[in-house]
C-alpha cells in the first residue's frame, strides 16, 4: 500500500514536554567523549556541574517525537528507513538545564520514482518552556528506500552543499571510545541497532554502528574546538549529509575549509578506514 503524502504532511503531532537536568547535559557530553583530557579546561565545562554549559548540539535529542514512522497509520516501510540529513539552527544557546517543547512537522515529501524511494523532510523547534523562546530548530530529511512510486512531487530535492576542491584549512581528529554508542544511547536512542550484536549483524553489519547523530555531535565538537573558540554561543548553524556508518572505537577526523562572513565547510572521515562518513557540511559562527 503506498504512503499517502497529505497524511504525512499533516501528521498529528503532539507538543512534547522535555524537561532535562545537569545529569542529562553532562551525559550527553561523556556520549561525545568529553572529558577525555581530564586537565582540558575547554572539555571540563561540558562534564562538570560547577559552571556547567550545554553542547548546542544536544538539541538533537531535546523534546524528540521518537521513531514515529513505524506507526502503522504512517504506511512507511520502516524497515528500510534511513536518516540522510541533519541540521541544526541556533537562536539562542540551550540552558545547562531546564523544561522544553518539542513541536514537530513534516514540511515535504519528495517521490523519486518507483524502486528509487522517497525523501521526507521535516523540522522540530526547541522552546523554552519558561519564556517560549524560541531556541533551535532542528532539521532532518530521512530517505524512505521502500516507498517511492506512490505519485507524489519529484522535487526539487535540496541540493547538498558544493565543498571546496581544494585541501581542508584545519584537521581535528577525536577518538571514540569502543563503548560509546551504549554510553550516547542513554540520551534517548534505545535503537538495538547500537548495542546488540544480533540486530548490527541482521541489518548488514560486523558489530554495533555508532549513532549517525553521535557522529553529528563529534564533528560539531569538533567545529567548537577549532573555529568556535570552544564557545557554545558561536555556533549559529550546522547542516550536513550522512554517508557512512562509524564504528566504536574508530577515529573520527573532521576537516574543515573557511568560507565568508563565519561560515565554514566541514567533512569528517574515520581515519581507520579512510571513509568519509559525513560530507557536504556547513556550519555558520558568530
Known amino acids: 500500500m503506498p504512503i499517502d503524502p497529505e497524511r504525512l504532511l499533516n501528521w498529528p503531532f503532539e507538543d512534547l514536554e522535555h524537561t532535562y537536568t545537569a545529569r542529562d547535559t553532562i551525559l550527553y557530553a561523556l556520549g561525545l567523549g568529553l572529558g577525555a583530557d581530564p586537565l582540558d579546561e575547554a572539555q571540563l565545562r561540558f562534564v562538570y556541574e560547577e559552571n556547567l554549559a550545554a553542547l548546542p548540539t544536544m538539541a538533537v535529542v531535546l523534546g524528540y517525537p521518537g521513531f514515529w514512522v513505524k506507526d502503522p497509520a504512517t504506511g512507511v516501510d520502516w524497515k528500510k528507513v534511513l536518516h540522510g540529513e541533519q541540521g ?145 554561543e558561536s555556533l549559529r548553524r550546522m547542516d550536513v549529509r550522512f554517508t557512512s556508518p562509524v564504528y566504536p572505537g574508530e577515529t573520527i577526523v573532521t576537516e574543515i575549509w573557511k568560507g565568508e562572513g563565519g561560515a565554514v565547510s566541514f567533512r569528517a572521515k574515520v581515519a581507520e578506514r579512510d571513509v568519509v562518513v559525513l560530507n557536504n557540511g556547513r556550519a555558520e559562527f558568530g
Open 88 to 232: 541544526l539552527e541556533v537562536f539562542k544557546p540551550l540552558p545547562a538545564e531546564g523544561t522544553v517543547i518539542g513541536r514537530t512537522r513534516v514540511t515535504g515529501i519528495i517521490d523519486k520514482g518507483a524502486g528509487k524511494g522517497a525523501l521526507l523532510l521535516s523540522d522540530r523547534d526547541v522552546i523554552d518552556k519558561k519564556s517560549g523562546d524560541l531556541l533551535c530548530r532542528v532539521s532532518g530529511t530521512s530517505f524512505l528506500r521502500g516507498d517511492g512510486g506512490f505519485g507524489g512531487s519529484s522535487g526539487p530535492a535540496p541540493a547538498p552543499h558544493a565543498m571546496p576542491e581544494r585541501a581542508p584549512d584545519l584537521s581535528v581528529s577525536i577518538p571514540t571510545l569502543p563503548q560509546a554508542a551504549l554510553i550516547y544511547r542513554l540520551s534517548g536512542d534505545y535503537n538495538p541497532l547500537h548495542a546488540d550484536p544480533k540486530v548490527a549483524a541482521a541489518g548488514g553489519f560486523k558489530a554495533p554502528i555508532l549513532h549517525g547523530l553521535c557522529t553529528y555531535g563529534v564533528a560539531g565538537r569538533a567545529l567548537l574546538q577549532a573555529v568556535g573558540g570552544s564557545k557554545p
